[in-house]
């Protein structure tokens, strides 16, 4: 059960994209097509941004997505804005009916 | 209105007890899987267990098993966390959340909680 490995943070300018990866092996994130991603405010709780690898829930802007490859999960956000700024975390299922999350990638808007 | 609300949280120390609660309105709750999430502080998420709709199945991380344990009260639309012999490492923000997908590898949380804060310390 071991934390996906995400990269510390990332950052851009208001209207670039960027993408964040979530790497984890073939017992998760490269067994399943089952990766979600949640964005977190500073304070708040977690929010389900992705799931099942590319699926939006009603309400999350299309400049979210998600794409796989292997064992490399990724989120991209496009047009970046201000209240993008937030801390991004991605899960996988991780078999025996568990559950693991990434370590988490602190976007910051330039 | 869709709502989780956790309660219970506060300062017990190392060895203790503590059970954590979550109020669910909104949704039949007595139709989903439901879950534990923690968060250390500054740390990232880590998923705790999760309890199946009637609380036949019940599955935990490595590090709370045999030590916490999930139960429900569907009649009283409450999901609960009793965590016996508290640590320091499980000081954590405890989020109750819904766990959706439809199959049992297909695992995603599309509600949550605000949050209950637990603090182990002497």
């Known amino acids: 059960q071991s934390a996906l490995t995400q990269p510390p943070s990332a950052s851009g300018s208001p209207g670039q994209s960027v993408t964040i990866s979530c790497t984890g092996t073939?017992?998760?994130?490269?067994?399943?097509?089952?990766v979600s991603w949640y964005q977190q405010h500073p304070g708040k709780a977690p929010k389900l941004l992705i799931y099942?690898?590319?699926k939006r829930p009603s309400g999350v802007p299309d400049r979210f997505s998600g794409s796989k490859s292997g064992n490399t999960a990724s989120l991209t956000v496009s047009g970046l804005q201000a209240e993008d700024e937030a801390d991004y975390y991605c899960?996988?299922?991780?078999?025996?009916?568990?559950?693991?999350f990434g370590g988490g990638t602190k976007l910051t808007v330039l | 209105e869709v709502q989780l609300v956790e309660s219970g949280g506060g300062l017990v120390q190392p060895g203790g007890s503590l059970r954590l609660s979550c109020a669910v309105s909104?949704?039949?709750?007595?139709?989903?899987?439901m879950t534990w999430v923690r968060q250390a502080p500054g740390k990232g998420l880590e998923w705790v267990g999760n309890?199946?709709?009637?609380?036949?199945?019940?599955y935990y991380v490595d590090s709370v098993k045999g030590r916490f344990t999930i139960s429900r009260d569907n009649a009283r639309n409450s999901l609960y966390l009793q965590m016996n012999s508290l640590r320091d490492e499980d000081t954590a923000v405890y989020y109750c959340?819904?766990?959706?997908?439809?199959?049992?590898?297909?695992?995603?949380?599309?509600?949550w909680g605000r949050g209950t804060l637990v603090t182990v310390s002497s």
């Open positions: 959340a819904r766990r959706r997908g439809g199959s049992p590898t297909n695992w995603y949380f599309d509600l």
């Open positions: 909104g949704f039949s709750f007595s139709n989903y899987w």
């Open positions: 309890i199946k709709q009637d609380g036949s199945e019940k």
């Open positions: 073939s017992s998760d994130v490269g067994g399943y097509n089952y």
């Open positions: 099942e690898v590319t």
């Open positions: 899960c996988s299922y991780a078999g025996s009916n568990t559950v693991v």
